[in-house]
């Protein structure tokens, strides 16, 4: 598989541009790296894939765990998994990194000032916990109001996602064909940057700067404070691992639920 073919291949899956240039950026280094030491890319060893990454990539997870993905598709035909031999370092905490229900208050209200495209796109980010590229492709057909439910393609996990159509939403993308948010240029919609930008202006209006990851964040955490029930909040998020769900969102303990939680030791002072 040349270059070439490879970014056709990530664009085809639905990848945002930013992931295609990471990616890419990845398999470039791969190849630059087995020019230099006389193996084929396409057929290099998995022994030989450690010592390139253990010489070439940045020992962190964030990165080690990209690299892994962008080279586990070009050698998706393999079956040694070559990938694999990409070590990663132990995760880091996860830490919550949304907003307060406040400021979650204020950027919806800021998105309905806003109006416009960039006001829905902001509303559906946090009302579906959607990332920005699964936005981005949203269609009026996914919003079916008989049924009651909105569906969405997610371009990272290949697969359809349902939730509960929340009449908010149904409201706020009225009626039409084809993609919510079509593109420029003969693009069919917009780019997942594009969603980004969108959020960051209505987001100043709220006086907040918040990213669409942010927001999703918020979505969850609002789910998990709401329900108490981690499993509702990882199908709402779409979490294949519920441990994901359990990392990322129930270590974030809302105020109310924490002045709550004092209360009962409060409640020895009276004893």
Same mark, same amino acid.
């Given at each position: 598989m040349t270059l070439s073919d490879y970014?056709?291949?990530?664009?085809?899956?639905?990848?945002s541009d930013r992931t295609v240039q990471i990616y890419t950026?990845?398999?470039?280094?791969?190849?630059?790296?087995?020019?230099?030491?006389?193996h084929d890319p396409a057929t290099v060893p998995a022994h030989e894939v450690r010592t390139f990454a253990d010489t070439q990539l940045p020992?962190?997870?964030?990165?080690?765990?990209?690299?892994?993905?962008?080279l586990a598709l070009?050698?998706?035909?393999?079956?040694?998994?070559?990938?694999?031999?990409?070590?990663?370092?132990a995760k880091p905490k996860a830490r919550y990194r949304g907003l307060t229900v406040d400021?979650?208050?204020?950027?919806?209200?800021?998105?309905?000032?806003?109006?416009?495209?960039? =006001?829905?796109?902001?509303?559906?980010?946090?009302?579906?916990?959607?990332?920005a590229a699964e936005v981005a492709q949203m269609t009026y057909e996914g919003a079916d109001r008989h049924a009651g439910i909105l569906s969405w393609w997610r371009p990272k996990t290949q697969d359809w996602h349902v939730i509960p159509l929340l009449p908010a939403l149904s409201e706020a993308i009225g009626e039409g064909a084809g993609y919510l948010f079509a593109g420029d240029g003969g693009r069919p919609y917009v780019t997942a940057q594009t969603i980004n930008a969108w959020c960051h202006?209505?987001?100043?209006?709220? =006086?907040?700067?918040?990213?669409?990851?942010?927001?999703?964040?918020?979505?969850?955490?609002?789910v998990v404070t709401a329900t108490e029930d981690v499993q509702a909040a990882a199908a709402v998020l779409g979490h294949s691992d519920l441990n994901t769900t359990i990392r990322h969102y129930t270590t974030q303990v809302s105020s109310e639920r924490l002045s709550k939680a004092m209360g009962g030791l409060a409640a020895l002072d009276d004893a």
């Open positions: 970014i056709d291949l990530l664009r085809g899956r639905g990848l950026g990845y398999l470039r280094r791969l190849m630059g790296w087995c020019t230099e030491h006389g020992l962190s997870w964030a990165s080690r765990k990209a690299a892994r993905s962008a070009y050698w998706e035909s393999r079956h040694d998994r070559p990938w694999e031999a990409l070590r990663l370092p400021e979650a208050h204020q950027l919806i209200r800021a998105a309905t000032m806003h109006g416009g495209r960039p =006001g829905l796109a902001v509303k559906l980010l946090m009302l579906t916990g959607a990332r202006r209505v987001a100043g209006l709220a =006086g907040l700067d918040v990213t669409p990851q942010q927001i999703r964040a918020t979505a969850g955490m609002l």
